[in-house]
Structure formats: structure tokens, C-alpha cells
């Protein structure tokens, strides 16, 4: 190994480096008006009649994947929804069976989780739980949960680490597989969650000391290296969205 | 700047106090080094001084505690003119990004945005972070600990605490660390450091105190320093004052990709072979039946290649270090022989081939958190947990060896560490398996513990398993290393 | 300087600590829920099956999270994050009010147990997990909206009446009430892995 320099301020970079660039937050959509599309989506898709939003939302989905460059999803979505619909409306005629009757029921509610799944596809890829967090902070949601909501979606990637592990852990002691599992449950559920627990707590200390002291939660009203807000993109999405909206509602009435 | 007076804690879960009369005064821009072996406080007294005790740990404590001047009371309040560093940078992260992790306590203390950009900017450049673009999880260790060094102190607290800050580091992360301590210095803050390892800090500090059973015992001043020989410190428990020097064990028969060549000296009987084509090492004196034997071995994830080894063997009976910087495949080649990855090419153990099910069966880890694999409610359980039936009335003798007698009916979460990390190899010796993987086991350990843990590996080899030693601790590869593969990125 | 903790109190002050505690074992809870749902993806069959083995392990980091909680008010926002964020990955939003009553009413149990009570937060947990029939409620309207479509009057009044029974709300409610009672089993495991484990490794 070279010895090195030991002074970082002497790196070879330019000496005044820029202010850091907001990546992706220029473009990208504001993380309120994601979850109020997503809500909106949501909410009148899983509501009675709301199959009839579900090509509006599709179509969401599917500009909002393009807008990304997720152009894998863009392709998956349609057509994991023109199966699903498939399986909806063209099996039964095929074939006349309540059981398929039942699989169809399951498909067509697959098709409205689809629908609304693209969305929430986009928001999870494009907004990082900081950017949300400072979002809904914006949005004056009390910070209890913007708070305990920033911990929770921090901490998740760590829990699914620890839980590989684990699993991992188990197929070494010959305690994995889902046989196992299905023949005696409770056994596996404690083999499997006690050192999820145990590991994870013990990651968590560190996490939560670190952020306390840090001033996460105290009194005082935090504030935003970039703080959110409105651009074009949230203006053409909103209008977006509304023409689609109403497109259905036309559709629908003149049915 | 720090006046410790008489302190006494203990921790709510434990009867003994972990701190007992300690008396400490830490002067403005003064550098301190805790040192001490497991279990001296040297850490809860970093702790006493940041406020986690007693406002996160519960417990009870007496005596004065007096930090910048006033005595702690709310977390917050002191994390405004304190920074702390903890041993694993990437548990404390609060974001994915240097910028936002930067800019984490100053949002969180409500500074103004404009502020907030041109101070992350500011120590941006100062700390040399700009080239860390990526995700914070994918930097190396080093690079990570540089984050949260910067992270703690763009508040500008006056006073930086770090609690054994190269736990997860390798030589050369620990030489980037130094550097930055001396930084901190430079620019006037006062550092506090508990720290097993002391050969880095022999320039930085000012003041070295020796901590026993939460006491201070001994003060060395920057003076004194050349005076203390190697022989005083291991009275005290202590590393070493000199940098450990790798000479660095004899690189396994070898080559691929994802090997790198090996550049060792020339020394003892790999002299010869050293010097061969790129790859080229020395061949094993045992049988080459005997252990180990990769062939033609790849993993690629999401399309990138992780791990290319064209031909390896890693003999039985030795301990053979697999060494090389952070994302090189270490921990790959680990769940490889472990059959826990999918992977291409073939796994030979004693010249059969093992299918990956199989290998499962002949493998064990002793995993870096080994509370991950401890699934009972007593030792003497966990020994019986998937135990060979002939091998389970050994259970005695087994946990006699490794200083566990006694222990049988005691819940393994209650262990010490480097006890849960012993049983763990106990159990894998009663279900006989025949490859043993120690993945990074000696962070946060001291001098005594150093040595257990060899001798605790050098007996499983003994034993005639292949012993496979992940690590980036210069001090354990040097006491435990018999051979060693050095891995470099695959492309 | 005494630092007396883990006395009960019931205001609603949370310091930054419960609120960050909160967060850590919502997230416990949903990887715990989310692991064992992925049995799901073996066969459809598995759906319900899978349900009822995530209420039971859930259990484990709920009664855990329950050592920690010492004002009132922790349960709902408890239920506020792991609701939201099903929300947030897809989930019917019926689910976050589902949630959020049914936390209510388990800290109304917990309030009448004065925060101590062993039994009592065992029930607590079985009324929390009553949110589960908020995933599936939309069923009931997917249903009324499939049956009436124009395609099933191609199909038969004999054959919609028949689908109707296999798929009727008694089915559902069933489900409803089997959330409870998984619930109360989850609770009883945590309690008893409380007891075998955590108290003795100091984790409580």
C-alpha cells in the first residue's frame, strides 16, 4: 500500500467544491404531489365502481415509468394488467366453472392492486425517505409520524439485511426450508424472530443514539438543505391527471 | 471542557458498575485517548459525556458530570456541542447520501437552508468527500468512518468524541482516519477516543488513560510515550504502541480474476514460486486432496461479476485468511462455500464434489453479529440444536475447551460477545463440520481476547477442518494467518 | 442525579426516544409481516395460510414494542406508520382507517389494564390485528362490481348465485374474526418469548 495523504482537505479536487446538486429532485416530481396522485389513484380504484379508473391510473403508471427511464416497467405494467384483466373477463367465458369464477374475482382485484401498484413503483424508485420525509413535513403532518415515519422507513433495509442473515443462519443449522415451516410453525417462527429481534435491536441502539444526539425529534422546528418545492413537472402531472380524470367520468357517464 | 467527578454507573440489566469513581478532566483542544481492555468502561465514559448515559441507557448514576461547562440534561442540548462516532459508521447513518448525512443535524437543529448548503459545501470540500458519490453503504469502511467524522461535526461542536472508530477498519482506512484526526485537531476541536488499537493515535494524542474496572488506573502524557514498551502495555491489556507489521502469510495456490497476484516478499519457502506469472504462488505442501478446491468458480449479480475464481485451494487443517478491500467478493466467496450463493464452476471438498445443499451440511460461519445464529434458550440447547447424536455427550468436554464450563443453563443473548462467538464454534464442532468461516470476528476485541480467539481457530484447524479467516484487523491476520488469499475486484 | 425509568405513565408527552422506539419497531413489525407473507408466492392457496402465520409472528415484535410503550397514543401512531405504509406500497387506504380504529380500541384495553396488565395486552394485540381485514375489504366491492357486470349476465343467474356463496360476505367476516383469534395466539407466543428470551438477554 502507498502511504497516504493525510490531510483530506488536500485532495486532488478543486478546492472550493460546489454546493452539492439536487440530483434528481429537479426533476423529478415533489414527493407530496407523488403520494397525493398515489392517494387519489388509491382511493377511487379500491373504492365501489372503481374499475373504471383503472386504465387512467395504468396510464399514470405507465408516463410516469417513461418519465424515470424505467422502461422495463413500462413494458411490464400493461401487460401484467392485460393479464390480469384476462384472467377477469375473458377466462370465465371460456370457461363456466365457479371456481374460476372465484380466480377471476381474485384477478380483477389483482388488477386494481396493479394499477395502483405502478404508482407506488414510481414513488418508492424516485423519492428517498429524506426527501419524503422533509415533504411531509412540509405538508405540516405532525412530527410524531413524520419522525417516527423517518426511523421506520430508515430502518426497514436493515431489518430485511439482518433477516437474510438470519435465514441464512438457519439453513446452516438445518432449521430452514418451508417444509419445516409448515410442519411445525411456531417452532420456526421462534427460531426465525428471535435473532431478527435480537440482532436488530442491538443495530437499532446504535441508529437511534446516533440520531438523538444528532437533535432527531428535539423541540426545536427543523428545517431543509433543499427545502421542497413545486416545478413544472408537479404542474404537468397534476393537469395530467386531471384530464384523465375527467375522461373518465365522460367515458363512464356515456355508458 | 470535560470534568468527570467522582462518576459511578451501572447499567440497569447488570449489578456491577461499569463506571466506579471515576475522576477525568479533559482540558480544551486537548486530545484524550480511553484505552483499557473489554469491559473497562472506556466506553460507557465516552457515553457519560455525551449524555447517552444517563438520558439513553437506563441505570443508575451518582457523581458530577460537567460537559462544556454544564451538567447534561437533555440529549439534544449536548448534541449540539458534541459529535460522536461510533464504531460502525454504517449503523449511525441516518441517510443514503454524504450530502444529507451532513446536513442531518443541522436540519434537526434548524438551521437555515442557505446555511445549512454553504456548511455541507464547506466540509464537502475540506474533508475530501466530494469523489464519494455513490451510496453510502457501498463505500469502504475507511471512506464510510470519513462520512461520519465529517457528519459529526458539521455543527461545529467543540468537542469530537469517538468511540472506537476503527473496529471495522483496515490498515489502510485506519491510516486515512488518522489523518483526519490530526485534521480535527488542527482546527482546534478537543477529541476524546476510546480505542483498544493505540499505534495510530501515538502522534495524535496528548494524553493516554488506562481504564480498570471503570477506573482511571494510569496516565501516560505525549512524553512518556516513547518510554512504553510493548511489555508495560500487555501488562495492561493493551495493543501494541508499534503499527503491527503484516509480513503477511503465504498466498494459497491461486489464480483468476479475481485473485491478486501475489507480491508478498520473498520469504521462508515461497520464495521460489513467488516471483511466477500473474497468479502465480506457492504450491501447498499438503496433498492437494486434502481441503478445499474451487474450480472455475463465478457469481455474477444483477450482471455484474462479483467473484471470479479460475482455481483455488484452500488447504484442511491450516487457517487461510481471505483478505482484500470492501465489495471484492469477501463475504461472496464465504456464502460460496457455504453454499448459500448460486454460483457457476464446481466446489470440491477432499477432491469430491459437494452440491450446494450438501455443503450447507459441512459448513459453519461465525458470523460478524453472531446474535444472528443463536436461536435457544440455553447453551447446553443451543449445543444440541442440530448436533450429531455420537458427538452430543462431547458436549461437555467441548465447552470445557473453550472456557465455557459452567455456562450450561445461561441464556446465549446473556453471553459476552466473544463467549456467543466460542459457542458458536462449539456448536460447529459437535455437528463435525468440516469448514469453518470466521467473518470479521475481532472487531471491538482486545489484546487478551486476540489471543483466545487464535487459539480458538487454530484448534478447529487442528482438528482437520479448513479454517477460513475473513478480516481487515492487521493484528489478528498477523497472530492467526497460516495462508492466505488476497482478492482484488473481479473486473 | 437518579435515573428512575420504565415507570407507566398514561399522558401522551412522547419524548424523542419513544418516538424514535416507535419507528424501530414499526419497521420490526412490517419486515415480519412481509417475511412471512412471502409464502404466499409458493401457491394463491397459500394467501390465507400465509395471513394467519404473519399474525402469529408479528406478535413477537409487538409484544416487544408493548415493553416499551409508556404514554398513550404510541399504539395508534404505531398503527398510523405500518397502515401508511401498506398504503404507500399499494394497499387499499380503507386499510389506515381499519388501523387506526382498531389501535384505538387496543389501547383502550391497555388503558383498563393499566398498562401492566399480561392478559390484557394480549387481547390488545388480537384487537390490533384486525387491521388485516382492511387488506381484504375492497374484496367485498370487487365482488359487488364483478357480479354485476355485464359479463356475468351472460352467464347465468344459477352460476353468479353460485359464485356468490363461494365469495360471500359470511366468508369474509369469518376472516375477520380468524385475524382475532391468530391475533390472540400471536400474543400469547410473544408473551411466552418475552418470558423465554428477551427478559433473560436483557432486551427488556
Redesign the interface.
Known amino acids: 500500500m502507498t502511504s497516504i495523504d493525510p490531510r483530506p482537505g488536500t485532495s486532488v479536487l478543486p478546492a472550493r467544491a460546489s454546493v452539492p446538486q439536487r440530483p434528481l429532485a429537479r426533476r423529478t416530481l415533489d414527493p407530496r404531489t407523488a ?1 397525493v396522485i ?2 387519489a389513484a ?2 377511487t380504484i ?6 373504471w379508473f383503472v386504465p387512467a391510473a395504468l396510464v399514470v403508471g405507465l408516463l410516469l415509468a417513461l418519465s424515470e427511464g424505467a422502461y422495463r416497467r413500462a413494458l411490464g405494467l400493461p401487460l401484467a394488467a392485460g393479464l390480469a384483466a384476462a384472467v ?2 375473458l377466462l ?2 371460456a370457461v ?1 366453472s ?1 371456481v374460476v ?2 380466480f ?3 384477478a ?2 389483482t388488477l ?2 396493479v394499477a ?2 405502478g ?2 413503483a414510481h ?2 424508485n424516485t423519492i428517498s425517505p429524506p426527501r419524503l420525509t422533509a415533504a411531509l413535513r412540509a405538508a405540516r403532518i405532525p ?3 413524520t ?10 433495509p ?3 439485511a439482518e ?1 437474510q442473515a438470519v435465514r441464512d443462519a438457519m439453513r446452516l443449522r438445518g432449521l430452514g426450508g ?1 417444509a419445516a ?1 409448515l410442519r411445525h ?2 417452532q420456526s ?2 427460531y ?3 435473532p ?3 440482532s ?2 442491538r443495530a ?1 441502539e446504535d ?2 443514539a446516533s ?2 444526539l444528532r437533535g ?3 423541540q426545536t422546528r427543523p428545517t431543509a438543505m433543499h427545502p421542497p418545492r413545486f416545478g413544472l413537472a408537479d404542474a404537468v402531472a397534476g393537469s395530467v391527471v386531471m384530464l384523465l380524470a375527467a375522461a373518465t367520468v365522460l367515458w363512464r357517464s356515456a355508458r | 471542557m470535560i470534568l468527570l467527578k467522582d462518576v459511578r454507573w451501572s447499567y ?3 449489578g456491577t458498575p461499569a463506571v466506579d469513581g471515576l475522576d477525568l478532566h479533559v482540558r480544551r483542544g486537548e486530545t484524550v485517548v480511553l484505552c483499557g481492555p473489554s469491559g473497562s468502561g472506556k466506553s460507557s465514559a465516552l457515553r457519560l459525556m455525551n449524555g447517552l448515559i ?3 441507557h ?6 458530577e ?1 460537567r460537559v462544556v461547562g454544564e ?1 447534561v440534561t437533555e ?2 442540548q449536548v448534541g449540539r456541542v458534541t459529535g460522536t462516532v461510533l464504531q460502525h459508521p454504517r449503523r449511525q447513518f441516518f441517510t443514503d447520501a454524504v450530502d444529507t448525512e451532513l446536513a442531518f443535524a443541522l436540519e434537526n437543529f434548524g438551521t437555515p437552508s442557505q446555511q445549512i448548503r454553504d456548511r455541507v459545501g464547506e466540509v464537502v470540500a475540506d474533508f475530501g468527500l466530494s469523489e464519494l458519490s455513490g451510496r453510502l453503504r457501498e463505500l469502504s469502511g475507511g471512506q464510510q468512518q470519513r462520512v461520519a467524522c465529517a457528519a459529526a461535526v458539521t455543527h461545529e461542536p467543540p468537542l469530537v468524541l469517538l468511540d472506537e472508530p476503527t473496529a471495522n477498519l483496515s490498515p489502510q482506512g485506519i491510516a486515512d482516519l488518522t489523518g483526519i484526526l490530526r485534521h480535527l485537531k488542527e482546527l482546534g476541536a478537543t477529541l476524546v477516543i476510546a480505542e483498544h488499537r493505540l499505534h495510530y493515535l501515538r502522534t495524535v494524542a496528548d494524553r493516554i488513560v488506562v481504564l480498570h474496572s471503570g477506573r482511571a488506573e494510569r496516565e501516560w502524557t505525549s512524553a512518556e510515550f516513547p518510554g512504553l514498551t510493548d511489555e508495560i502495555l500487555r501488562r495492561e491489556g493493551l495493543r501494541s504502541l508499534n503499527a503491527p507489521e503484516r509480513t503477511g502469510a503465504p498466498p494459497i495456490s491461486a489464480h483468476g480474476p479475481s485473485v491478486a497476484p501475489g507480491e508478498n516478499p520473498a520469504e521462508g519457502g515461497v520464495g521460489v514460486a513467488g516471483g511466477k506469472a500473474a497468479g502465480g504462488a506457492a504450491d501447498t505442501p499438503s496433498a492437494e486432496g486434502s481441503g478445499v478446491a474451487l474450480r472455475g468458480l463465478r457469481c455474477v449479480m444483477r450482471g455484474r461479476t462479483i467473484l471470479d475464481i479460475a482455481e483455488a485451494h484452500l488447504p484442511s487443517g491450516a487457517i487461510t485468511a481471505v483478505t482484500g478491500p470492501n465489495g471484492v467478493g469477501k463475504t461472496t466467496l464465504a456464502r460460496v462455500l457455504a453454499g448459500l450463493q448460486r454460483h457457476s464452476g464446481r466446489v470440491l471438498l477432499d477432491g469430491r464434489p459437494l452440491h450446494r445443499s450438501r455443503r450447507q451440511r459441512e459448513t459453519a460461519i461465525v458470523m460478524q453479529d453472531v446474535q444472528r445464529q443463536l436461536f435457544t ?1 440455553s447453551v447446553r440447547s443451543e449445543l444440541r440444536l442440530g448436533a450429531v447424536p455420537e458427538q452430543a455427550e462431547r458436549a461437555a468436554t467441548v465447552l470445557d475447551e473453550l472456557g465455557l464450563d459452567g455456562l450450561g443453563d445461561r ?1 446465549p ?2 453471553l459476552s460477545g466473544g463467549q456467543q462467538q466460542r459457542l458458536v464454534v462449539a456448536a460447529a464442532r459437535l455437528s463435525g463440520r468440516r469448514v469453518v468461516i470466521f467473518d470479521e470476528p475481532s472487531s471491538g476485541v482486545d489484546r487478551r481476547h486476540l489471543r483466545s480467539m487464535t487459539r480458538t481457530m487454530r484448534e478447529v484447524a487442528e482438528g482437520g477442518a479448513v479454517v477460513v479467516l475473513i478480516s481487515h484487523d492487521a493484528d489478528l491476520l498477523e497472530l492467526a494467518a497460516d495462508r492466505e488469499l488476497r482478492l482484488r475486484p473481479a473486473c | ?3 428512575e ?2 415507570e407507566h405513565r398514561i399522558d401522551v408527552r ?4 419513544d ?6 419497531f ?3 413489525y ?3 409481516v412481509g ?2 407473507n412471502l ?1 404466499e408466492f ?1 401457491n ?1 392457496v397459500m394467501t390465507l395460510v400465509s395471513s394467519a ?1 404473519s399474525i ?2 408479528a406478535g ?2 409487538f409484544m ?1 414494542f408493548l415493553c416499551k410503550v409508556r404514554h398513550g ?1 404510541m399504539v395508534t ?1 404505531f398503527a ?2 405500518v397502515t ?2 401498506m ?8 386499510t389506515l382507517l381499519v388501523g387506526v380504529v382498531a389501535a384505538l380500541a387496543a389501547e383502550a384495553v391497555l388503558f383498563v389494564g393499566q398498562y401492566r396488565s399480561r392478559k390484557l395486552s394480549v387481547v390488545a394485540y388480537a384487537v390490533f390485528s384486525t387491521w388485516f381485514a382492511g387488506l381484504m375489504m ?2 367485498l ?6 357480479l354485476s ?1 355485464p ?2 349476465k ?2 347465468g343467474p344459477e ?1 353468479v348465485s ?2 356468490d356463496s ?2 360471500s360476505p359470511a366468508v369474509l367476516i369469518g376472516f375477520d374474526v380468524s385475524t382475532l383469534v391468530f391475533g390472540l395466539l400471536g400474543g400469547l ?1 410473544g408473551l411466552r ?1 418475552l418470558d ?3 427478559r ?4 427488556v
Do not use: W
Open positions: 403520494v398515489l392517494l388509491s382511493i379500491m373504492a365501489p365502481g372503481g374499475v377477469t373477463y370465465p367465458l363456466r365457479p369464477g372465484l377471476a374475482v381474485m380483477g382485484f386494481r392492486l395502483v401498484g404508482i407506488a414513488l418508492i412530527s410524531v409520524f419522525v417516527s415515519g423517518a426511523v421506520m422507513l430508515r430502518f426497514v436493515t431489518i430485511v433477516a418451508v415451516m410453525p411456531v417462527i421462534e426465525f424472530t428471535v431478527l429481534m435480537a436488530s435491536l437499532a441508529l437511534s440520531a438523538l432527531l425529534g428535539s | 440497569q440489566e447488570s444517563p438520558h439513553f437506563d441505570g443508575k448514576l451518582d457523581g458530570v451538567p440529549l439534544a434458550d441464556h443473548l446473556a | 442525579m437518579t435515573a425509568t420504565m412522547m419524548t424523542p426516544k418516538v424514535i422506539n416507535i419507528g424501530i414499526a419497521a420490526l412490517i419486515v415480519t417475511v412471512f409464502l409458493i394463491p402465520i402469529v409472528a413477537v415484535p416487544l397514543g401512531v398510523v406508520l401508511g405504509f398504503l404507500l406500497i399499494g394497499s387499499p387506504p380503507v375492497p374484496m366491492y370487487a365482488r359487488a362490481d364483478f357486470s359479463y356475468m351472460e352467464m352460476y353460485e359464485l363461494l365469495l407466543l418469548l423465554k428470551h428477551f433473560k438477554a436483557g432486551l
